[in-house]
């Protein structure tokens, strides 16, 4: 079963830039999570979809960050304009049922500068 | 607001040595979950433990869920390099398979 993919792994901008991130989800998996983890933290949770509807987005800084699930499959999360304190690794995960553990993708690496 | 604490934050024991880490979270949640990073890695999925008194071995690791509490338990058993990482328990709340991550124990065996 192949897991999750995201790409690219490694993205490095100017602050004030854009940047956008994909991530396809385990075939099946109606749960998708992008998670924003800083060096030394645990993941933070950004947005979480069900499908294609969004059912939490409540930590996700909507001034610069948006996020889609178009057709309910793969998904990008994108930053305009970026911010030093944006320089972080983007994780995403999915998962099937409730009571399951959500597989994550290999994440993708951003530095600002 | 669920929130997740996770200690100690750094763990360094010696080679077959036993030790215990430690996982509160803040408002009711059935079920917790336990992952592995190694650095430069992503997540890997260790224990989901779904109900009270749950216990779940694979190796020299044990996980334990105490819903009454608050608490879940990660044991180390005769500890060995191969299990030195970073560990993160995540509870999970609501309908919508909401995941609350902890710190994170950075753990290092040392020989």
């Known amino acids: 079963e192949a897991g999750v993919a995201q790409s690219p792994r490694y993205k490095i901008i100017e602050k004030r830039q854009s940047v956008a991130f994909w991530c396809n989800p385990i075939s099946g998996h109606a749960t998708l999570y992008w998670y924003q983890q800083i060096l030394g933290q645990g993941p933070k949770l950004l947005i979480q979809f069900q499908n294609n509807g969004v059912v939490d987005d409540s930590q996700l800084p909507k001034d610069r960050f948006s996020a889609e699930r178009l057709k309910g499959v793969d998904s990008t999360l994108k930053i305009q304009p970026a911010k030093l304190e944006d320089s972080a690794v983007y994780l995403c995960?999915?998962?099937?049922?409730?009571?399951?553990?959500?597989?994550f993708g290999q994440g993708t690496r951003l530095t600002v500068v | 607001e669920l929130k997740v604490e996770q200690n100690p934050l750094f763990l360094s024991m010696q080679e077959g040595k036993n030790y215990t880490i430690y996982c509160n979270y803040s408002t009711t949640s059935d079920r917790l979950y336990w992952y592995r990073q190694d650095p430069g890695k992503s997540l890997e999925s260790l224990f989901v433990l779904l109900s009270n008194g749950a216990v779940k071995q694979e190796g020299r690791l044990m996980a334990s869920l105490d819903t009454k509490a608050r608490l879940s338990t990660l044991h180390i058993t005769a500890a060995v390099h191969d299990l030195s990482a970073t560990y993160f328990c995540a509870a999970g709340s609501g309908s919508a398979r909401q995941l609350t991550f902890g710190s994170g124990t950075q753990l290092t065996v040392l020989p």
């Open positions: 995960a999915s998962k099937t049922g409730r009571n399951t553990e959500a597989f």
